[in-house]
């Protein structure tokens, strides 16, 4: 993906927030450990040093299927979240996992 700034950038000395919301269904793949289970597999990008002094601050939030909300069904691989959360919108729950 590539985000386009046009217009809005961030002067050496200065800083700013990006927030982006994705949604891609086609990544979710069948777990290589537990056929009956499905895998997602996310990881940030690194920016280079031409595009990008400083790394302060990255946060993750993952949220699953409306009304799943049992986080005990949950598996991870490689990193715990940090982190959980509910949320209600339009009547609709929401779990979210969050990495920072």
Do not use: A
Not at 31 to 48: A, C, H, I, K, R
């Amino acid at each position: 993906m590539i985000i386009w700034l046009t217009g809005h950038y961030i002067d050496p000395g200065e800083s700013g927030q990006l927030y982006v919301i994705g949604n891609n269904p086609n990544m979710i793949f069948g777990d290589y450990e537990n056929e009956s289970l499905v895998s997602v597999e996310f990881s940030p990008t690194w920016f280079g040093s031409s595009f990008c002094s400083t790394y302060e601050y990255l946060e993750v939030n993952f949220y699953f299927p409306p009304n799943f909300t049992n986080g005990n069904e949950v598996k991870w691989h490689y990193r715990e979240y940090d982190s959980y959360s509910f949320m209600e919108l339009d009547g609709t729950d929401y779990l979210i996992y969050t990495w920072t």
